[in-house]
């Protein structure tokens, strides 16, 4: 039975008048045409609802306006409801969920539901589905529901900081003139915006950003300072002042004496979250604590990933010199006591898992939906392909049987495509990505250590490659047993993991495949 081709109908809007002025509409009308292409096998644009006809230009998706009575989404449904629209043979067109609403998850989910349960298929520009009955009892229903819900607490949140602006702004007009905000008396890596109504970050706040992790990461000041330019001079104090999480102390004139009020929580913009702040200062704290000429930097490139088996975050502790960097539980801010594992070792293990890896290695383990379309795709392939080997094998072809294998070639090429857009779709984290990582990799094993790297292309290098990797690893456990051996086990975000023993002579670890009870008894 031949597919009813359907009415694509667009659905769009933004919340607020300055959204006007950018380029909401037109990239909503972009993302309208991309989905009518991208599905023109199954629908085609409306030619009596034309892009915009359902659009609503400050309506909130939070408050429900365009559900409220003569709202963008309402008329739709009015339409549907009264019959000018047939929902059975009906696209509604959105971007992303969020333009579809931003209400309490709940309630966005019974509307999808009454919408598509009436028949009308949703087709989603970003993430890219097709949503039809089928769709809402099957693992596409999952990730819808998770774009809803973070729709909903996106706008949760901004409404919460709106309702507390007056506050803000009173707190702000302690650092107030008549012509805008004071631009002394705050940190150097905080400016006054042109107009002289709100804070901004300048330059400088990016190179502390970077600056603290690499403190974090076990850099000393020193050469920190060889690497970033123009960093304040005392970096240590500045490290541990706290308009670097937002802070702001206020003060009250008592007499001729300026005595602290209190300490107002996001006046800055932050520079470092309060974890980066705690662990910074932890590393400060460590490096006084140390004797003798610092050890030779080292890049942690597994930051908050690998755990121990007591559930700790192992993190980098620099040694006196001589002595090499060595992984040790962390937790609250500061070192604690427990077994300890040299971390260069460990590194060169870790880094030998991406040599190899492949993307069927990264390939979602909940994926069946997918999985069994690529096989019927697959199944039919085959069965076209016997087809035309029937036809050719028969030696004349009429010219029926060349305009068939025109077409069924043709079709061919159509699945195969479809197999490769579904393979794609399942792998965890971009395929890029998995190139990336294994060409950093191989440039480490080209250079061969260090030393024979400049310090600032070393460090671009780690840090990319340190991206990469936490795009596709979930967690790390590592079983101490003493300073150079352990037991290790790595997960992939899909589940994957490889597991394996280090020792003095290295590592091997071996993939598996599917172990979500191994990973809950690491837990």
């Known amino acids: 039975?031949?597919?009813?081709?359907?009415?694509?109908?667009s659905f769009g809007?933004?919340?607020s008048g300055e959204q006007e002025k950018g380029d909401s509409t037109s990239r909503q009308e972009r993302a309208y045409q991309s989905v009518c292409e991208r599905y023109k096998d199954k629908m085609i644009p409306s030619t009596r609802f034309k892009f915009g006809s359902f659009f609503g230009k400050g309506e909130s998706g939070f408050h429900a306006a365009h559900l409220a009575q003569g709202g963008s989404l309402r008329r739709f449904l009015d339409k549907i409801q009264s019959g000018e629209i047939d929902p059975h043979k009906t696209v509604l067109v959105i971007e992303?969920?969020?333009?579809?609403?931003?209400?309490?998850?709940d309630l966005a989910v019974k509307l999808l539901s009454d919408i598509v349960r009436a028949g009308c298929v949703i087709a989603v520009y970003t993430p890219d589905m097709w949503v039809d009955t089928s769709a809402l009892s099957g693992q596409q229903f999952i990730m819808i529901a998770m774009c809803l819900q973070m729709?909903?607490?996106?706008s949760s949140e901004k409404s919460r900081i709106k309702k507390s602006d007056w506050q803000k702004k009173r707190e702000y007009a302690n650092g107030m003139t008549k012509n805008g905000l004071k631009s002394k008396d705050n940190p150097a890596w905080i400016s006054v915006s042109e107009d002289g109504k709100k804070f901004v970050l300048n330059e400088l706040a990016s190179k502390l950003h970077k600056a603290a992790l690499l403190s974090i990461d076990g850099m000393g000041q020193g050469e920190i300072e060889k690497r970033i330019s123009g960093l304040p001079k005392n970096l240590t104090r500045t490290f541990r002042d706290?308009?670097?999480?937002?802070?702001?102390?206020?003060?009250?004139?008592h007499g001729k004496e300026r005595k602290t009020a209190k300490v107002v929580e996001g006046f800055y913009d932050a520079v470092l979250t309060v974890d980066e702040f705690r662990k910074v200062n932890a590393a400060l704290d460590s490096r006084m604590t140390m004797k003798a000429k610092k050890g030779r930097f080292v890049t942690n490139l597994f930051t908050g990933l690998i755990k121990n088996t007591n559930g700790q975050e192992m993190a980098i502790k620099r040694q006196s010199q001589g002595k090499p960097p060595v992984l040790v539980p962390y937790a609250n801010g500061r070192y604690q006591s427990g077994k300890s594992l040299h971390y260069q070792p460990l590194e060169d293990a870790l880094i030998s898992l991406f040599i190899d890896l492949k993307i069927s290695d990264v390939m979602a383990v909940d994926s069946g939906m997918e999985q069994k379309q690529i096989a019927e795709l697959r199944a039919k392939i085959e069965d076209k392909k016997a087809t035309i080997k029937?036809?050719?094998d028969d030696g004349n072809l009429s010219v029926g049987q060349i305009r068939s294998i025109g077409i069924l070639e043709k079709q061919i090429a159509d699945m195969t495509a479809q197999v490769e857009q579904l393979e794609t779709k399942i792998v965890v984290g971009e395929v890029d990505n998995l190139g990336n990582i294994q060409s950093i990799v191989a440039m480490f094993l080209?250079?061969?250590?260090?030393?024979?790297?400049?310090?600032?292309?070393?460090?671009e290098y780690r840090t990319k490659l340190k991206d990469s990797i936490r795009r596709l690893v979930s967690k790390i456990q590592i079983a101490v047993h003493d300073a150079r051996r352990a037991t290790i086990k790595v997960w992939l975000v899909n589940g994957a993991y490889r597991g394996g023993q280090l020792t003095p002579n290295g590592a091997k670890l071996e993939w598996r495949k599917d172990n979500k009870e191994e990973m809950e008894r690491s837990a």
Request: no cysteine.
């Open 390 to 392: 029937v036809f050719e």
């Open 151 to 154: 729709a909903h607490v996106e």
């Open 13 to 15: 809007r933004f919340s």
């Open 446 to 459: 080209k250079i061969g250590n260090e030393g024979d790297m400049k310090p600032e292309l070393l460090l």
């Open 1 to 9: 039975m031949k597919n009813t081709i359907r009415e694509a109908i």
């Open 242 to 253: 706290r308009a670097l999480i937002g802070e702001k102390t206020m003060k009250e004139r």
């Open 96 to 105: 992303m969920w969020s333009r579809f609403a931003r209400i309490a998850p």
